[in-house]
């Protein structure tokens, strides 16, 4: 029976896709940074120019601000790896029955999408709110702690910390867990188990889990457009600013250009330092043992267990109560939504959300956005699943990370120039430039999802079913397609959330007439912050989490990761 999706041409829709609307809008902001004029309407030119890149490289401004940013998205990842970790052994070590509840507490997190998150670090750190009181309470002076660098680095360290927790979890979970049990046998305690044992074998989920949270920290705007009161800039606000409020596209590529080159070479960088802590890998020699002086161990076995609680208890917090807070401000009656003290209960919020117009039909929009992402999204990426899995063709590795390369470049780059192309080939309706961008960010994940499901397929059926004399088309129809119903639909599910979420990119796209609801939600928190925004905010968390039970029915959340 001839193999579905065995060669590499099942690959090839999803390959054109990313031509179209990954490629194409990466090459126009290319080109539009090597224009020599700044006007919006300047003609075209195809020969270089380096004088945005000059102009970013004379100010100061330009300069500092993207210094800040990498040191920012340095820090953020630094003290996301920190908090991940004690989570990921945590998800690790808790019994299989309440595993999938200890996944829902990442990835609720991971599926809101960031202006709720952020709101919910506004209430946190809000002069009224739970923090403050507690310190005031200590009787230190009220603190001062929004609108600032600490206030963005902890809103971002909330919204990317799942990335590392999972990339961290997808090694633990597999590592031999009789190793540990053989060091504790020789004598070693809980610290040095992990600095000799855990760590080093566990630096490979940790390079990729820095490279994902080092690259979407240093892009970021939202959280630091939000939480930083337009106090603080970062380059992805710089670019937003002036692509779209100045019009200044060439200067705006040019500086995405260059996050891009920052975000490559940041990726070489964890890359080779990670591989000078792993000299084995590869190389089938042994690494040398980490040698602490005694009293240093002694004192780092002493203190092990009540750090790690610690940190772990940090890490939930801060994943779980940002949410907490916005569902009670959601019922908070006071017209402000940054107001963290309570001041009695109402569901006025939410009737205004039902009695606005303008929020069902953004909300009907995103819904038709995020299923057409879905729909083409798994069109294209099931052949692909096969091509990868089945195929025996030569570069079957490059072409697999090639797919997955969305994911690795910063997304404003790529709404940035999706939005150029619209405006070069106007013909083309803004929701179709929309829909193609989110089936490039939603495709690498049904895609990650559907290989692991056609991985686990049973090929004796499908022999079985050849040998009995049925057509290949019968073959997938009868046997193939029930085996993938469940992994199809649960990476349905995940693609809808990632869809219906999505602010960055989409931010950039939309227009007077065409608004998805959780950019709605951004720009009415960055300007009005009505208590609406919390209500309306609380129904997208109960609508990630309805979607999360629904999976979890289906195939525990623990295993959605595992796929």
Same mark, same amino acid.
């Given at each position: 029976?001839?193999?579905?999706?065995?060669?590499?041409?099942?690959?090839l829709?999803?390959?054109?896709?990313?031509?179209?609307?990954?490629?194409a809008?990466?090459?126009?902001?290319?080109?539009?940074?090597?224009?020599?004029?700044?006007?919006?309407?300047?003609?075209?030119?195809?020969?270089?120019?380096?004088?945005?890149?000059?102009?970013?490289?004379?100010?100061?401004?330009?300069?500092?601000?993207?210094?800040?940013?990498?040191?920012?998205?340095?820090?953020?990842?630094? @003290?996301?790896?920190?908090?991940?970790?004690?989570?990921?052994?945590w998800?690790?070590?808790?019994?299989?029955?309440?595993?999938?509840?200890?996944?829902?507490?990442?990835?609720?997190?991971?599926?809101?999408?960031?202006?709720?998150?952020?709101?919910?670090?506004?209430?946190?750190?809000?002069?009224?709110?739970?923090?403050?009181?507690?310190?005031?309470?200590?009787?230190?002076?009220?603190?001062?702690?929004?609108?600032?660098?600490?206030?963005?680095?902890?809103?971002?360290?909330?919204?990317?910390?799942?990335?590392?927790?999972?990339?961290?979890? &997808?090694? $633990?979970?597999?590592? &031999?867990?009789?190793?540990?049990?053989?060091?504790?046998?020789?004598?070693?305690?809980?610290?040095?188990?992990?600095? =000799?044992?855990?760590?080093?074998?566990?630096?490979?989920?940790?390079?990729?889990?820095?490279?994902?949270?080092?690259?979407?920290?240093?892009?970021?705007?939202?959280?630091?457009?939000?939480?930083?009161?337009?106090?603080?800039?970062?380059?992805?606000?710089?670019?937003?600013?002036?692509?779209?409020? @100045?019009?200044?596209?060439?200067?705006?590529?040019?500086?995405?250009?260059?996050?891009?080159?920052?975000?490559?070479a940041?990726?070489?960088?964890? *890359?080779f330092?990670?591989? #000078?802590?792993?000299?084995?890998?590869?190389? #089938? =020699?042994?690494?040398?043992?980490?040698? %602490?002086? =005694?009293?240093?161990?002694?004192?780092?076995?002493?203190?092990?267990?009540?750090?790690? =609680? /610690?940190?772990?208890?940090?890490?939930?917090?801060?994943?779980?109560?940002?949410?907490?807070?916005?569902?009670?401000?959601?019922?908070?009656?006071?017209?402000?939504? *940054?107001?963290?003290?309570? #001041?009695? +209960?109402?569901?006025?919020?939410?009737?205004?959300?039902?009695? !606005?117009?303008?929020?069902?039909?953004?909300?009907?929009?995103?819904?038709?956005?995020?299923?057409?992402?879905?729909?083409?999204?798994?069109?294209?990426? %099931?052949?692909?699943?096969?091509?990868?899995? #089945?195929?025996?063709?030569?570069g079957?590795?490059?072409l697999? /990370?090639?797919?997955?390369?969305? %994911?690795?470049?910063?997304? @404003?780059a790529?709404?940035?120039?999706?939005?150029? $192309?619209l405006?070069?080939?106007?013909?083309?309706?803004?929701?179709?430039?929309?829909?193609?961008?989110?089936?490039?960010l939603?495709?690498?994940?049904?895609?990650?999802?559907?290989?692991?499901?056609?991985?686990?397929?049973?090929?004796?059926?499908?022999?079985?079913?050849?040998?009995?004399?049925?057509?290949?088309?019968?073959? +997938?129809?009868?046997?193939?397609?029930?085996?993938?119903?469940p992994?199809?639909?649960?990476?349905?599910?995940?693609?809808?959330?990632?869809?219906?979420?999505?602010?960055?990119?989409?931010?950039?796209?939309?227009?007077?007439?065409?608004?998805?609801?959780?950019?709605?939600?951004?720009?009415?928190?960055?300007?009005? %912050?009505? !208590?609406?925004?919390?209500?309306?905010?609380?129904?997208?968390?109960l609508?990630t989490?309805?979607?999360?039970?629904?999976?979890?029915?289906?195939?525990?959340?623990?295993?959605?990761?595992?796929?």
């Amino acid at each position: 029976m001839q193999k579905q999706g065995s060669g590499p041409l099942g690959a090839l829709p999803y390959t054109l896709w990313l031509l179209a609307a990954f490629a194409a809008p990466l090459a126009a902001v290319a080109l539009m940074s090597v224009q020599d004029s700044p006007e919006p309407f300047a003609p075209l030119s195809f020969i270089p120019a380096g004088t945005q890149y000059a102009e970013l490289l004379g100010d100061s401004f330009y300069v500092r601000t993207f210094l800040n940013t990498l040191l920012m998205g340095a820090v953020v990842t630094a @003290i996301s790896a920190v908090l991940a970790y004690p989570v990921a052994l945590w998800l690790t070590r808790l019994p299989a029955r309440w595993r999938p509840l200890g996944f829902a507490c990442v990835l609720v997190p991971l599926l809101t999408n960031v202006v709720v998150r952020s709101l919910g670090i506004i209430l946190l750190l809000s002069p009224t709110g739970f923090i403050a009181q507690g310190v005031m309470g200590l009787g230190f002076p009220r603190p001062n702690m929004l609108f600032g660098w600490f206030a963005v680095g902890l809103s971002l360290t909330q919204v990317f910390m799942p990335f590392l927790v999972l990339a961290l979890y &997808d090694v $633990l979970e597999g590592q &031999d867990r009789r190793l540990p049990e053989a060091a504790a046998g020789l004598g070693a305690g809980p610290a040095m188990i992990f600095l =000799r044992v855990t760590l080093p074998l566990s630096l490979q989920g940790l390079r990729a889990g820095l490279t994902v949270v080092f690259l979407l920290a240093s892009t970021a705007y939202v959280s630091a457009t939000l939480v930083g009161g337009r106090k603080v800039y970062v380059s992805a606000m710089v670019v937003y600013k002036e692509g779209l409020e @100045i019009l200044n596209y060439p200067l705006a590529s040019a500086l995405a250009v260059l996050m891009m080159a920052a975000s490559v070479a940041a990726a070489f960088l964890i *890359s080779f330092v990670v591989g #000078r802590f792993t000299p084995w890998i590869g190389q #089938r =020699r042994p690494g040398r043992p980490l040698v %602490l002086p =005694r009293a240093v161990e002694t004192v780092l076995e002493a203190i092990a267990p009540w750090v790690s =609680r /610690a940190l772990l208890g940090i890490g939930l917090f801060l994943l779980l109560f940002p949410l907490i807070l916005v569902a009670v401000a959601s019922v908070n009656d006071t017209p402000q939504a *940054s107001v963290a003290q309570f #001041r009695g +209960f109402t569901w006025r919020w939410y009737a205004m959300i039902l009695e !606005n117009d303008r929020y069902l039909s953004d909300a009907w929009t995103s819904a038709k956005l995020a299923a057409g992402a879905v729909a083409l999204s798994l069109a294209i990426s %099931l052949p692909a699943a096969f091509a990868l899995v #089945r195929g025996g063709f030569r570069g079957r590795d490059a072409l697999g /990370a090639g797919l997955m390369l969305p %994911l690795a470049l910063p997304g @404003i780059a790529i709404g940035l120039g999706m939005l150029k $192309l619209l405006q070069w080939f106007s013909a083309i309706p803004p929701f179709i430039g929309m829909l193609a961008v989110h089936v490039v960010l939603v495709a690498p994940f049904t895609l990650a999802m559907l290989r692991a499901s056609v991985a686990a397929l049973d090929r004796a059926l499908e022999e079985a079913a050849g040998g009995l004399g049925a057509a290949p088309w019968r073959v +997938f129809q009868r046997v193939v397609l029930p085996q993938l119903a469940p992994g199809i639909f649960v990476a349905g599910l995940l693609g809808f959330l990632i869809s219906f979420g999505e602010v960055t990119v989409t931010a950039f796209l939309t227009t007077a007439r065409l608004q998805t609801l959780p950019v709605r939600i951004y720009a009415e928190a960055a300007f009005s %912050l009505e !208590n609406t925004v919390n209500a309306i905010s609380t129904l997208t968390i109960l609508l990630t989490v309805a979607l999360l039970l629904i999976v979890n029915r289906f195939v525990a959340l623990d295993r959605v990761w595992k796929r």
